[in-house]
């Protein structure tokens, strides 16, 4: 049951170890990365969260947040359709690139492979495997093309 004025109460701090809200985060992560098991309509509808029915704590921390982090994806959002716009034919052509000197390499068109990456506006460079063909590039790292294109040879060389 819920307080008057329809909000939980939030949690006082050290009013538990904080594990749960770790697990349930894992766990919400770990669908959200995995296109195969995301649902198609998204995941996140306010006020409620259902999504997060199973996770309580999760769905406080969220409905506390979800204004904020909304804004900010929304401007992060119009800041990446600005840059794809100016960028767009470099970055094709740094995976097309990279493909293409693969199948030079192998004297053969490479065979059909799956992988998506997720551009994200992250404080550390890098890329990471998040899913079975999912990975997450920072967007410092998918701008620098040369870094890019360093970092895509082993991965692409594995897939094709």
Known sequence: MLPAGGRRRRPEPGAGDGSSLADQWRAWF???VDRERRPIGGMLHPPHFEV???????????IEHYEAAA??????HAEYVQASLLNHARRAADIVD????????????????RLDLDVLPLSSSGAWIVGPHTV????????DSP?????FRPLVAALV
């Open 30 to 32: 770990d669908v959200a």
């Open 52 to 62: 997060f029915d199973r996770a309580i704590e999760l769905q406080d921390v969220v």
């Open 71 to 76: 804004s900010w994806a929304h401007e992060r």
């Open 98 to 113: 990279v493909v293409r000197e693969r199948e030079y390499e192998l004297r053969r068109q490479a065979g059909y492979f």
């Open 136 to 143: 997450v590039v920072s967007a410092s790292l998918r701008d």
């Open 147 to 151: 870094a890019f294109r360093d970092w």
